[in-house]
């Protein structure tokens, strides 16, 4: 299996900061690579895919970037609406493995 | 519109069989993968498997092969998720997600207890 490892674990930010998620695969994964955000009792919404692309009505202060093994998420002005958990997902090859998670709170 | 509708929460006791569905609308049910995702308690996002209505071709993350069957049924465009055995182990939300992963189920709560 692909491992997937996130950093940082959780991170303490304010409104209008620039964030970043780092993601790390065991192996090349190209760019098969999701990111979601997930909030309290609701399922996971896909923000990004194939590393870079903006899922359709996600706002453009997301952005993501990588290939290979490495990839960033990047929130470049935080809202209030931001404040959740964020996972990366491979989806190269079975098992789809995730990350375990980022947790993203207000400082 | 493209949805996944899940059935609701469940409550077993450890040792019974259980098999939730999660019913799709607005596509071509058989033209895409759908995949089941757990999530225990306060925990993360885990993958489970992924089905092929077309042909019923199925994956299992080899941390799930053997303790859970995933199927479908194409008439009714609906996947299901079924244990033969529950555990407690087994108390979690699964989500139905479309192989994109562009779509989701809102998620069924299983609990299982004594």
């Known amino acids: 299996d692909i491992q997937m490892t996130q950093s940082p674990s959780s991170l303490s930010a304010s409104v209008g900061d620039r964030v970043t998620i780092t993601c790390r695969a065991s192996q090349s994964i190209s760019s098969f690579l999701n990111w979601y955000q997930q909030k309290p009792g609701k399922a996971p919404k896909l923000l990004m895919y194939a590393a870079s692309s903006l899922q359709s009505g996600v706002p453009s202060r997301f952005s993501g970037s990588g290939s290979g093994t490495d990839f960033t998420l990047t929130i470049s002005s935080l809202q209030p609406e931001d404040f959740a958990t964020y996972y990366c997902q491979q989806s190269y090859s079975t098992p789809h493995t995730f990350g375990q998670g980022t947790k993203l709170e207000i400082k | 519109e493209v949805q996944l509708v899940q059935s609701g929460a469940e409550v077993r006791k450890p040792g019974e069989s259980l098999k939730i569905s999660c019913k799709a609308s607005?596509?071509?049910?058989?033209?895409?993968?759908i995949g089941w995702v757990r999530q225990m308690p306060g925990k993360g996002l885990e993958w489970m498997g992924i089905?092929?209505?077309?042909?019923?071709?199925?994956r299992y993350s080899p941390s799930f092969q053997g303790q859970v069957t995933i199927s479908v049924d194409k008439s009714i465009s609906t996947a299901y998720l079924q244990w033969s055995s529950l555990k407690a182990s087994d108390t979690a939300m699964y989500y139905c997600?479309?192989?994109?992963?562009?779509?989701w189920g809102k998620g069924t709560t299983v609990t299982v207890s004594s």
């Open positions: 089905i092929y209505p077309g042909d019923s071709d199925t």
């Open positions: 997600a479309r192989r994109e992963y562009d779509v």
């Open positions: 607005g596509y071509s049910f058989t033209n895409y993968w």
